[in-house]
């Protein structure tokens, strides 16, 4: 059995290496003979380093990341290979990566390798920490929260998955969701004229917060011309060491009351909070680096949020789709701070569909393909082969009747609203939840209002139902730009991932679940006429698919949520739809289960 030292090597290795072939070099595949037998490898020429790398293949995959064993490395001068480290062949792909071409930045190239090294190593220790907690048990799907703390190793494309710059170990204890701890929010007091606040739903802002379970304004000395505003205890900490929040203690504007009300739990997100019994999640800003960006809420993010909930509802959009939700982040409330646009009390207030019980079954897309712990099932595999027992059916054919549920839940009402509307969501794996109670998926669920792309061919429909949503930087989009993120986002980062589980887990063969995605695009354009259509032909007929560069921010230190450079963010790659397994059935001869 494997150390959590060990596993989390692995899986550190795996995330970085994934990236480095896809954004760096691709490597060649050979053959590599030991004593006990040949396996597949990758092999990277490292001229700088005058190294060659080798790295075994356990398992490989038409759309979603490889899976690694063993490395050997040798000098060039040097015939024969020595077994090395995982960690010691991540250190040779991070310095390579920064001695491809340096132009003259050497100095500062080499601080942004240091800082990388740190939060991969970071990133490494969290995995590790968790794993030594968490290892006992990984069981199928339970409920909205177990499936919102599992996600042990992070996202499979990010090099650091696990970094968390700002949050120490003993905190961890209660704030991350992966050690399941729960925490009381802090509350202030404000004077009413200096707080911010909006709401699309018929109760206010205030009055969401003071109906939190277990909060009494009479018990909090809440003053008739005050508002109570809620706080993560690691935000709190931060803005009572803030000079301008301190004079306005000292002015009697803010008052800090101190922890109150009912328990909450950290979702995936870290700084989005769940209460069991509450009817309301809570968004806010954290003093941490998490993954790739400081995560602070944006008034044009709050303002969002409100306009987009006014939209999804003038639509009708519930009406419309019974197999598919929007999830809406509806009001907001926080403090004006004089002079600046955020004083970092910014609360986006979700709704939360998974309270008293109602989230059973419920669970991200990420925790359902996530890697398993060794000598384990991942939870889809787990929920396929009970279904297959439950049904008395293959293996096989179960998979292809989960994906094609899953398509039509997960995938077509997207498209659809991008066809009718023009608005496309950032659809990634860790915002889309799918409702698995019954086994196969009967509702796929959204989340997320920094996620929403409004196209700029549909400004005149959207603002005629919204005017609001003209007056909000960074809502609308060019055509093009959105075809390549919601490709990402949707298919690379979400479907792709169903498809590369499914594959690693030996359900179903990949080819043939890429036929089937094929099928279902092509049914998409043939159904569709605006938005969605051109959509649907982009991701089918263009031989690359843009995929997030998540390696080369870090590699230059770019903040992704303060970044201008798309171009960085963004890069294409070879699209698997276009792959011969892809197109080697006729398109309308393979079994599409209903």
């Known amino acids: 059995m494997k150390s959590s030292r060990q596993i989390a090597e692995t899986a550190t290795f795996q995330s970085f290496a994934n990236c480095y072939l896809r954004e760096v070099n691709p490597g060649v595949p050979v053959m590599h003979r030991t004593a006990g037998g040949a396996c597949d490898s990758i092999e990277w020429s490292l001229p700088r380093q005058q190294m060659m790398l080798r790295v075994e293949v356990t398992s490989s995959s038409l759309c979603g990341p490889l899976h690694f064993g063993r490395a050997w490395g040798r000098h060039v001068s040097e015939p024969s290979w020595r077994p090395i480290e995982l960690m010691s062949a991540l250190h040779m792909l991070v310095q390579a990566a920064y001695r491809q071409d340096d132009g003259g930045q050497t100095d500062a190239l080499r601080g942004f390798e240091l800082e990388l090294l740190i939060r991969v190593l970071e990133s490494y220790q969290q995995t590790a920490l968790y794993l030594d907690r968490t290892m006992p048990t990984q069981e199928g799907v339970d409920d909205f929260l177990e499936g919102e703390q599992s996600l042990v190793f992070g996202h499979w494309l990010h090099p650091t998955p696990k970094s968390r710059q700002g949050m120490s170990y003993w905190q961890q204890e209660s704030y991350a969701p992966e050690l399941r701890g729960q925490f009381r929010l802090q509350y202030f007091a404000a004077k009413t004229a200096h707080v911010r606040h909006a709401s699309s739903r018929p109760i206010e802002a205030p009055d969401i917060v003071r109906s939190l379970s277990s909060l009494d304004a009479a018990d909090l000395g809440l003053a008739g011309d005050e508002c109570l505003l ?178 039509d839940c997960a995938v077509e009402p997207l498209i659809r609203l991008y066809d009718d509307y023009g608005i496309a969501l950032e659809a990634h794996q860790q915002n889309s939840l799918l409702d698995v109670g019954a086994g196969y998926p009967a509702v796929s669920y959204y989340r997320d209002n920094q996620g929403f792309y409004l196209s700029e061919r549909y400004r005149s429909l959207l603002s005629a139902h919204v005017p609001e949503t003209e007056t909000i930087p960074s809502l609308y989009f060019p055509e093009s730009e959105i075809r390549d993120r919601f490709a990402y986002y949707l298919i690379v980062n979400q479907v792709f991932s169903v498809i590369s589980r499914m594959g690693h887990d030996g359900l179903c063969d990949e080819g043939a679940l890429l036929r089937m995605l094929r099928n279902h695009l092509e049914q998409c354009a043939l159904s569709m006429t605006g938005a969605g259509r051109d959509f649907a032909r982009h991701v089918l007929d263009l031989p690359t698919i843009a995929s997030k560069a998540n390696l080369t921010t870090r590699l230059f230190n770019v903040d992704e949520l303060q970044s201008d450079h798309a171009p960085i963010l963004y890069r294409p790659v070879a699209n698997p739809l276009r792959a011969p397994a892809a197109l080697t059935a006729a398109r309308t001869t393979h079994a599409i289960a209903s």
């Not at 944006?298 to 789709?321: C, K, N, P, W, Y």
């Not at 646009?341 to 008293?356: D, K």
């Not at 712990?373 to 009970?386: A, H, K, W, Y």
């Not at 998979?399 to 094609?404: D, E, G, H, I, N």
């Open 230 to 407: 809620p706080m993560h205890p690691l935000q709190a900490e931060a803005l009572l060491l803030d000079p301008r929040i301190q004079a306005m203690q000292h002015a009697g504007i803010l008052r800090h009351l101190g922890p109150a009300g009912s328990p909450f739990s950290a979702t995936s997100s870290v700084r989005t909070v769940y209460g069991a019994n509450e009817d309301w999640m809570l968004k806010f800003s954290l003093p941490v680096r998490i993954t790739n960006s400081v995560r602070l809420n944006r008034m044009q993010e709050l303002e969002a949020g409100v306009a987009m909930a006014r939209l999804i509802d003038r639509i009708g959009f519930a009406g419309r789709s019974a197999n598919f939700r929007i999830i809406q982040d509806p009001a907001y409330v926080t403090l004006d701070l004089p002079g600046e646009s955020e004083s970092g009390f910014e609360v986006i207030l979700r709704e939360n569909p998974f309270a008293h019980g109602r989230g059973q079954g419920v669970i991200t897309v990420a925790a359902l393909t996530a890697d398993p712990f060794p000598q384990t099932q991942s939870r889809l595999e787990t929920l396929l082969r009970m279904l297959s027992i439950r049904d008395g059916e293959a293996v096989a054919d179960v998979s292809t009747a989960w994906f094609q549920r899953y398509l």
